[in-house]
């Protein structure tokens, strides 16, 4: 199975961090948060990636082709091209990375239908470049073949930003509760698409708003419940929770 990344928006909300790079770039300890979404597959067995990129799309390229040299220490004696010696061994030897551009303003849906040339006949994995979690991709794939529909999305009860009051018609406070989750499913993003879902796909669409809501409509997508950690990187605090996390030595995406 491949796997699809949509790793080229503007990021306009970390736009400290996203005037030098692309947000899936941004770091996460001292690899990029994209990195840890594919470090995450790769041990659940995807190692083949397609990277759907737009802004800044030279960032990526550059990162993944110069994955060796700067990732480990390397010697190079000035002078002398062949010379570049890479020191060391790493455990991403078996990805195979496509870096597609397909465009600086280019809608989501629209960037999986620009690198479906590279997909094949066989279910692909689909997710933002921008968000961590610890979905479990057999389980995932075991309630896309149940339903048997054209594409499946995980989904979670968000947590609530803020505590909250329960009270009576009088205002006798009753309880408070700490962040509880929400009554509402979200889309998280970690999605399983069959190749005909890509016929609901349009060069200018936005994939939820256009596929995914008709696929719904035809009653071709199905939803696994996901009851595990997810958390976006939409905004500055959140990129300094995921880092409080990582540095912490308990991140719950961390499966390596």
């Not at 190749?195 to 796909?201: E, H, I, N, T």
Request: net charge negative.
């Amino acid at each position: 199975m491949k796997a699809v990344l949509l790793a080229g928006g503007l990021g306009t909300r970390l736009r400290e961090e996203t005037d030098l790079r692309p947000k899936p770039m941004i770091q996460i300890g001292n690899r990029p948060i994209l990195w840890h979404i594919m470090k995450n597959l790769a041990n659940q067995g995807i190692t083949d990636f397609i990277i759907a990129t737009g802004y800044k799309a030279e960032v990526i390229k550059d990162f993944f082709v110069n994955y060796e040299t700067v990732t480990k220490d390397v010697t190079v004696t000035l002078g002398d091209r062949n010379s570049l010696v890479v020191h060391g061994n790493h455990d991403e030897a078996d990805w195979t990375v496509t870096v597609a551009y397909t465009g600086d303003l280019t809608n989501t849906g629209g960037r999986v239908l620009s690198v479906a040339k590279y997909l094949d006949e066989e279910p692909f994995f689909l997710t933002y470049g921008d968000g961590l979690a610890d979905v479990s991709l057999p389980a995932l794939l075991q309630t896309h073949a149940e339903h048997g529909k054209a594409a499946t999305i995980s989904t979670m009860q968000p947590m609530s930003r803020f505590g909250v009051i329960d009270f009576d018609n009088s205002g006798n406070v009753s309880e408070f509760r700490e962040k509880p989750r929400l009554d509402g499913w979200i889309n998280i993003g970690f999605m399983i698409l069959e190749p005909r879902a890509l016929g609901y796909f349009t060069e200018d669409c936005v994939l939820e708003s256009g596929p995914l809501a008709d696929m719904a409509k035809a009653g071709q997508l199905a939803a696994y419940r996901h009851e595990g950690f997810w958390q976006p990187m939409d905004t500055y605090r959140e990129s300094t929770l995921l880092n409080e996390l990582w540095a912490s030595g308990e991140a719950p995406w961390k499966n390596w």
